[in-house]
């Protein structure tokens, strides 16, 4: 017997293979972006069109989680707006996101997981090369990192517990599951992943180790 939730399920999945499969590809070709358009030195803005995920505990590739239609270039300075923040890292590009007006990112008591609320409030995706971000951070003041804390966990350990403990003492920025970290692991733990030699300088990592 199928079951209301079943339903849903194979409506969900049905929605997505059209969305992505048909028609994003017809807005591609129609908007672009032409490879004359992807400027080295800018960052590709997109619309958001819809949301397209069809559950939001599934990992896609990001740009597939939305409905997108090329808008316009535009100079690596937006990406310094406040409502503008990184939301993961493919195997080519930077893909950042600039959220809905009066969305507080970084409120655990509304919004528990970082990668959650960026998907909902997101209006524009925006994304750039992994050299033209490096170029970018190079005219930003260096930071050492030692005010950043990283805490590794497995799943169902207590570590959004402790997350939203830390976040109410009003001493921490918290992000709780942050895609980018996500995104990275992942590549760098699939099997026969090599990251190309500019990307290795600027991280620090040897992978002949």
């Not at 970084?106 to 033209?132: C, G």
């Amino acid at each position: 017997m199928i079951v209301l939730e079943d339903v849903y399920t194979l409506l969900a999945s049905a929605y997505y293979l059209l969305a992505s499969g048909v028609v994003q590809p017809i807005l591609n070709s129609l908007f672009g972006p032409r490879i004359s358009e992807r400027c080295k030195t800018n960052i590709c803005s997109f619309t958001i069109l819809a949301d397209i995920k069809p559950f939001h505990a599934i990992h896609l590739r990001e740009k597939q989680s939305f409905l997108l239609k090329f808008c316009e270039t535009k100079d690596l300075a937006y990406l310094d707006r406040e409502d503008v923040t990184l939301y993961a890292v493919s195997e080519e590009e930077f893909i950042f996101v600039r959220t809905k007006p009066g969305v507080d990112l970084y409120n655990m008591e509304e919004h528990p997981f970082l990668y959650e609320i960026q998907h909902l409030s997101a209006v524009e995706l925006l994304t750039a090369s992994h050299s033209t971000i490096f170029e970018y951070l190079k005219s930003k003041p260096v930071r050492d990192g030692s005010n950043i804390s990283y805490v590794h966990n497995h799943g169902r350990c207590g570590s959004t517990l402790i997350a939203t403990m830390m976040f109410k003492t009003n001493k921490f920025i918290v992000q709780s599951e942050p895609n980018p970290i996500l995104s990275l692991s992942l590549m760098f733990n699939r099997q026969g992943f090599v990251v190309n030699r500019k990307t290795q300088k600027y991280l620090g990592v040897d992978q002949g180790m």
